[in-house]
């Protein structure tokens, strides 16, 4: 069983903590969550709800991971009926990656499992620690969508 390294002494230590406890949070959720799925598929059909249609290598270069590795999970969304291609109308070498209905269905499923799985450990947090962590919530929502569109 892995330790959480103790809170960052020197203010150096904190992008390196965040990470891995942020990190060490994303693999508990999921495991207390049982969603169905590796988290790479739900964060790719979250990434397509959130931003729109995209096209494969902008899927890969938004949840750093290889194209290859994004093509191979897109093709299973698409299996699946969660994910569907149309024709980029700017480039017709390319296609856009939406979410289906039934891949918005879903998508709201898997919230709600997350929420359930991992609001257990949140309820049992005095107030003024929920309440720190939305905050921190909201801080690192700004800074994704600051810097990583």
Do not use: N, Y
Not at 49 to 70: F, K, N, Q, W, Y
């Amino acid at each position: 069983m892995t330790t959480t390294p103790p809170a960052p002494d020197a203010p150096g230590e904190l992008p390196q903590h965040l990470a891995l406890v942020c990190s060490q949070f994303s693999r508990l959720a999921a495991r207390r969550s049982d969603v169905g799925v590796g988290s790479v598929s739900w964060r790719v059909v979250a990434t397509i709800e959130r931003h729109g249609p995209l096209r494969l290598s902008e899927i890969a270069d938004r949840e750093r991971v290889s194209r290859p590795t994004a093509t191979t999970v897109i093709k299973r969304l698409e299996e699946e009926g969660l994910v569907g291609r149309t024709p980029d109308p700017t480039d017709s070498r390319s296609s856009l990656i939406s979410t289906t209905a039934q891949g918005s269905a879903q998508l709201a499923a898997w919230r709600e499992q997350l929420a359930h799985g991992v609001g257990g450990l949140l309820d049992q947090l005095p107030a003024e620690d929920h309440a720190a962590l939305e905050r921190a919530a909201e801080i690192l929502s700004r800074l994704v969508d600051a810097h990583d569109g």
